[in-house]
C-alpha cells in the first residue's frame, strides 16, 4: 500500500515524481503529494485529497528542485485530507517525510511529542517520524534519520528530505519494499520497479533493517549501527510498454485480453514431454527432495489464497500427498508447527505482500523450506525463499488480478506434475496432464470470444445487491475467487459457498432477488450440483451455470457460460475466465472505477 517516489540529480524533480506517482497510484489513490527542494535549500510542499492527476493540476508551473520525494496515500490512520497526506513536515519545516507502512508505537509517540510541545497537525501515525527526526539532536541527517528509526516498532519504508542538507536523500526500510534506481548521475527511489523503468534498468533492493543515503552521484547502504552493506545494484527485464494501456479501455480488461499469452509463457520451457514431467529448476529441488516430501502447505492472501486452494486438490490429485491451503494472514498468529517434511509454497503477485512475506519469514525462522510462485522479480518473498516459480505474467497494474491469478493457478499444476512423477503418477498420466497444458492458451481464447454473451449475463448480475457463488471441491475456489472479483469491483455482496452447504443454512437467504453463480463441472459430482441448482430454482432463485458442453441440465432453464473441457484436474483454470469477464463487465454497467475499486490498493504491504 501507498507509493513512495524520490528523485535526485540535474532534471527539475517535480515531472518525474508526478510520472512515477502515477504509474504507482494503484498501490493507493486517496490523496497524494510531493516536496522539492532547490539547491539553496529553499523547499516548496503540495498536497491534496484524490488522485495523483488532482496533484498534477494543483502544481504551479515553475515549481521546480533538483530533489523531491512524492508519495500516494491508501488510509491507515485518519481520513483521506490535505493534512492527513504526505509528505509530513516537522515544525521547524527542515524536515519533510513519506512513509508506507504502519508504525505501532505511533499513539504513545504523539503523546511524548505533545508533552513536549510539539503541535502535530494530523491524525497520521507519520507525522511522528518527522519530529523526531527533526529533534534528533544529531549531527547528521543520516544519525538523526537511525536515532528515529530506532524508537519506532512498526513496518516502514521512508524517504527523508531534508531543506538543510539539500545534496541527498535518506531512506530506509522495515518490512516494506524500498528500491535505489541507478542512473547517469541522478538517482531515484520507489516503492516498486513501475516507477523507475522509464529512467533506469539498474535497481538495488533495499533488505529490511537496512537505510541508505542517496545522492546524484550514487548511494551509500549502511544498518543501524551504521556499518556499510554491499548493495550492489542488478539489471531488471521489465519493458516500460508493458505497463501501459496500449489502446484498452482498463488494465483490467487488458490484463484479462493477456491471458493467453501469459499461460503460454508460464509453461514455456518448463514441460518435457518425453518423461511426462514439469522442469522447475527453480525449485532448487532434486527429485530426492521433492519425494521427500510428505505434506504440502500452501499460503497466500486474497485470490492469491484461492490460488492456492486450487493448487492444493491438484497436488492431491496428481501427487497423492496431503496439501492444503491457508491465508497467509492468519499463519503467524497461530504460532504455527513447522515440520521439516513439508514443502511450504508462499504465492503472491507482488512477491511484496507483507502477510505472505512474514509467513515466510516465520517458517524460515523455524527451520522449514518454503518456495515461491512469484510474478515480480527480485521481490521480497522471491528473494527470501528458498527457490521458487516465476509466474511470467508481466506487469499487473488493476487491483483485481487477472491474469496473475490464472498463471498461479498453471503454477501450481506445474508444481503438481513435478511432485507426481516422483511418486506415483505415470508417464502417460504426466504426457495426458501436459497435453492438456499445452492446449490452454488456446481454449482461453475461445472463452474470451464469447465475451459479449457474457457481458449480457453481466448486466443482469449488476441489477442484483447480493449473490450467491458456489462450487463443489474443484470448483468451489473456483467460486471464491468469482465472488470475491464480483465484490471488489461491483461492490456488490458476493458469497461464495460449497455447493454442498446451501442446505445447512444459506439456502434461507434465496430467493427471486438474490441470484446464484452456480460452477457445474463435467466430473463426478456433475449429478450432486445438478441438485443443488434444481433446489434453487424450486425457491424461486436465478442461476447462472458455469459448466462444460457435455453437462445434461435436462429440463432445467438455466442460462449458461460454456467453458471447453480440459482434463479434470485443470477445469479450474478455465472455469474461472469467465466470472473475471462477468465482473468487470457488472461493474462496467454500473459506472465503477473498475481498475482503482473504493478502498483497496495492488499491493498490501501493511498488516
Not at 530533489?67 to 504526505?86: L, V
Not at 536515532?147 to 541527498?168: C, N
Request: proline share 4%.
Amino acid at each position: 500500500m501507498c507509493g513512495i517516489v524520490g528523485y535526485i540529480g540535474a532534471q527539475n524533480a517535480v515531472p518525474v515524481i508526478v510520472e512515477g506517482l502515477t504509474r504507482l497510484e494503484y498501490r493507493g489513490y486517496d490523496s497524494a503529494g510531493l516536496a522539492v527542494v532547490g539547491a539553496k535549500g529553499s523547499a516548496q510542499v503540495h498536497r491534496v485529497v484524490g488522485r495523483v492527476r488532482n496533484l498534477a493540476a494543483a502544481l504551479p508551473k515553475r515549481m521546480t528542485g533538483k530533489a523531491g520525494i512524492g508519495h500516494t496515500r491508501w488510509a491507515t490512520h485518519g481520513p483521506a485530507t490535505e493534512d492527513n497526506a504526505h509528505p509530513h513536515t516537522s515544525e521547524d519545516g527542515r524536515i519533510r517525510v513519506v512513509h508506507n507502512g504502519i508504525i505501532d508505537n505511533a499513539d504513545a509517540l504523539r503523546a511524548h511529542l505533545t508533552g513536549a510541545g510539539v503541535t502535530l497537525t494530523s491524525e497520521t501515525d507519520t507525522e511522528v517520524l518527522a519530529h523526531l527526526i527533526s529533534r534528533s539532536g544529531a549531527t547528521t541527517l543520516e544519525e538523526a534519520v537511525v536515532d528515529a528509526m530506532s524508537r519506532v516498532t512498526g513496518t516502514y519504508a521512508i524517504a527523508v528530505l531534508d531543506t538543510e542538507r539539500p545534496d541527498r536523500l535518506v531512506v530506509a526500510r522495515n518490512g516494506s519494499p524500498l528500491i535505489i534506481g541507478v542512473g547517469d548521475r541522478e538517482m531515484f527511489v520507489a516503492s516498486d520497479l513501475a516507477a523507475l523503468v522509464r529512467h533506469t534498468s539498474r535497481v538495488a533492493h533495499l533488505e529490511d533493517g537496512e537505510f541508505a543515503t542517496v545522492s546524484a552521484t550514487g548511494y551509500r547502504t549502511f544498518t543501524v549501527e551504521e556499518s556499510d552493506t554491499t548493495k550492489p545494484a542488478t539489471e531488471i527485464d521489465i519493458d516500460a510498454d508493458d505497463l501501459q494501456l496500449g489502446g484498452y479501455p482498463h488494465y483490467m480488461y487488458k490484463e484479462i485480453q493477456e491471458q493467453p499469452d501469459c499461460v503460454e509463457r508460464v509453461i514455456r520451457g518448463r514441460l518435457d514431454d518425453r518423461f511426462g514431467v514439469s522442469r522447475l529448476d527453480g525449485l532448487n529441488l532434486s527429485p530426492r527432495e521433492l519425494r521427500g516430501f510428505t505434506r504440502v502447505k500452501i499460503l497466500g492472501c486474497g485470490s492469491a489464497y484461492y490460488a492456492g486452494q486450487i493448487g492444493a486438490t491438484m497436488i492431491e490429485e496428481l501427487a497423492r500427498i496431503p496439501a492444503d491451503a491457508e491465508a497467509a494472514s492468519e499463519f503467524r498468529y497461530r504460532n504455527p508447527i513447522i515440520e521439516a517434511d513439508t514443502l511450504y509454497i508462499a504465492v503472491s503477485q507482488s512477491g511484496e505482500t507483507m502477510d505472505t512475506a512474514f509467513a515466510v519469514e516465520e517458517i524460515r525462522r523455524k527451520g522449514g523450506r518454503v518456495v515461491g510462485l512469484v510474478n515480480v522479480v527480485g521481490s521480497t518473498i522471491a528473494r527470501a525463499c528458498d527457490g521458487g516459480v516465476y509466474l511470467h505474467a508481466g506487469p499487473e497494474i488493476a487491483v483485481a488480478s487477472t491474469k496473475a491469478l490464472t498463471n498461479m493457478a498453471v503454477g501450481f499444476a506445474l508444481v503438481a506434475l513435478a511432485l507426481g512423477r516422483v511418486r506415483d503418477l505415470s508417464n502417460a498420466d504426466g504426457q495426458r496432464v501436459i497435453g492438456a497444458l499445452r492446449a490452454l492458451p488456446g481454449q482461453v481464447r475461445a472463452i474470451l470470444d464469447q465475451e459479449q454473451a457474457i457481458a449480457e449475463h453481466a448486466t443482469t448480475a449488476a441489477a442484483a445487491t447480493s449473490l450467491f457463488f458456489v462450487g463443489r471441491v474443484r470448483g468451489y475456489p473456483v467460486a471464491r475467487e468469482g465472488a470475491q472479483k464480483f465484490k471488489e469491483i461491483s461492490y456488490r455482496h458476493a458469497e461464495a459457498y460449497q455447493t454442498s452447504e446451501l442446505k445447512h443454512g444459506p439456502l434461507a437467504l434465496i430467493d427471486e432477488s438474490v441470484p446464484t453463480v452456480a460452477i457445474v463441472p463435467s466430473d463426478e459430482l456433475s449429478g450432486r450440483n445438478l441438485a443443488a441448482v434444481q433446489q434453487i430454482k424450486a425457491r424461486g432463485g436465478p442461476v447462472l451455470a458455469v459448466t462444460h458442453d457435455d453437462v445434461d441440465f435436462g429440463e432445467l432453464d438455466v442460462p449458461r457460460i460454456v467453458v471447453p473441457k480440459t482434463e479434470p484436474e485443470l477445469d479450474p483454470v478455465l472455469l474461472t475466465i469467465p466470472l473475471q469477464l462477468l465482473a468487470y463487465h457488472a461493474a462496467l454497467t454500473l459506472g465503477y472505477d473498475i481498475d482503482k475499486p473504493r478502498n483497496l490498493a495492488k499491493s498490501v504491504t501493511v498488516e
